[in-house]
């Protein structure tokens, strides 16, 4: 089947969003307060970036929405459990080369708990999914031939996760209790988008960035009114479950899948969008020296908040080279699998 180049262009935006939505954390970003134009751009920034870990969750839906379940389809959650364990375990071992590590039974008992590797949370998160997914897909493709029945699964499950955050923000009006589930509620998105993208394609450039444009300054707008003159405020609608972030995603990825992407960049494209498993992973890895750097560099807040077109370039690159060699060298086994079975 040829390779989709669009939604290699999607995780790319996808993980070059990760380490970007990072600077904010690791900056300090979130200990300034917001008074002034500088804390309004990232306040809109972020209403974009924070689409990261959403984009990877529609890219899964869009992508195995035909996934039934069988002994070998299980058997493809063994290469993430290994890029974890593998990368989990070079983070330790690095930083206790450089004085930074724990103790070796505390990285081991951090490997359970996910927390050797600090944004192996998503692991966590991802493998309950891949194991749901062919009972999810079983849901999806039941009564399709029902008009409007794909229309209401995506309308139940976002008006479970994703309306709560609108709804009840002055009190409760509906039950927030199924919030934590909007990885099945993007899962949906991305095989909703896969069934029918050939309607939403025809939509045309001026609407859709028209809707982005609204969208963005509304956002923008509300939430620095909200919190001006303190610090960041990370509320329910900020959040990857919240209505903000499920717009965003939405019209992003159809923003994304209008944009050509030229000959010349499939190549990288594809090598990012194999490796954002490993690159996501070794970030926390060289998040710790950029920044540990820049802190240095620059320990002024504000100034440093300031240099964040300087700096996310190099923490993402940094993340990115080592994130390819890293996932390639672990992928090795499984490789080699394949061409024996080929």
Same mark, same amino acid.
Not at 154 to 183: M, R
Not at 204 to 218: E, M, R, V
Not at 331 to 340: H, I, S, T, V, W
């Given at each position: 089947? /040829?390779?989709? *180049? *669009? ?14 939505? &990072?600077?904010? $954390? ?8 917001? &008074?002034?134009?500088? !804390?309004? +751009? ?8 924070? =689409? ?25 959650? #063994? ?21 930074? !590590? ?25 493998? !309950?999914?891949? $194991? ?10 039941? /009564? @399709?031939? +029902?008009?409007?029945? &794909? ?8 008006? $479970? ?10 009190? @409760? ?10 990885? #099945? ?9 896969? =069934? ?30 909200? !919190? ?8 329910? &609608? ?44 070794? *970030?926390?890895? =060289?998040?710790?020296? #950029?920044?540990?750097?820049f802190k240095h560099e620059i320990p002024n807040l ?34 080699? /699998?394949?061409?024996?079975? *080929?």
């Open positions: 089947m /040829k390779r989709n *180049s *669009s939604i290699d262009l999607m995780k790319s935006s996808a993980i070059f969003f990760v380490v970007s939505v &990072h600077f904010l $954390l690791n900056s300090g970003f979130y200990d300034m307060t917001i &008074h002034s134009t500088l !804390g309004i +751009i990232w306040i809109g920034m972020r209403t974009i970036l924070i =689409t990261c870990v959403p984009l990877f969750l529609v890219a899964t839906g869009f992508l195995m929405n035909r996934k039934q379940l069988s002994a070998q389809y299980v058997l493809g959650i #063994v290469p993430v459990i290994v890029s974890y364990l593998g990368i989990s375990l070079l983070v330790w071992g690095t930083l206790s080369a450089v004085g930074k !590590g724990s103790d070796f039974s505390t990285a081991i008992n951090g490997i359970f708990d996910y927390s050797t590797d600090s944004y192996s949370w998503y692991v966590e998160m991802y493998l !309950g999914l891949y $194991l749901f997914i062919p009972l999810l897909n079983i849901i999806w493709n039941y /009564k @399709k031939e +029902i008009k409007n029945y &794909h229309l209401y699964i995506v309308f139940i499950s976002s008006l $479970l996760t994703f309306l709560p955050s609108l709804l009840n923000s002055f009190g @409760k009006v509906i039950p927030d209790y199924w919030q934590i589930c909007y990885p #099945v509620s993007y899962y949906f998105i991305g095989a909703y988008l896969y =069934t029918y993208q050939e309607e939403i394609k025809k939509i045309s450039n001026i609407k859709i960035i028209s809707l982005f444009t609204l969208a963005l300054a509304t956002f923008t707008l509300t939430d620095t009114l909200a !919190g001006w003159n303190r610090e960041f405020q990370w509320l329910d &609608h900020k959040d990857y479950f919240g209505y903000q972030t499920a717009i965003m995603t939405v019209l992003i990825i159809i923003i994304i899948w209008k944009i050509p992407v030229p000959k010349w960049s499939q190549r990288l494209l594809k090598s990012l969008s194999t490796a954002t498993l490993s690159i996501y992973l070794i *970030s926390d890895l =060289t998040d710790q020296f #950029v920044y540990g750097f504000s100034q440093r908040v300031m240099a964040g077109p300087m700096i996310i370039p190099v923490a993402f690159s940094s993340a990115a080279l080592v994130g390819i060699l890293v996932g390639k060298i672990l992928g090795l086994p499984f490789k080699k /699998k394949e061409n024996r079975g *080929s």
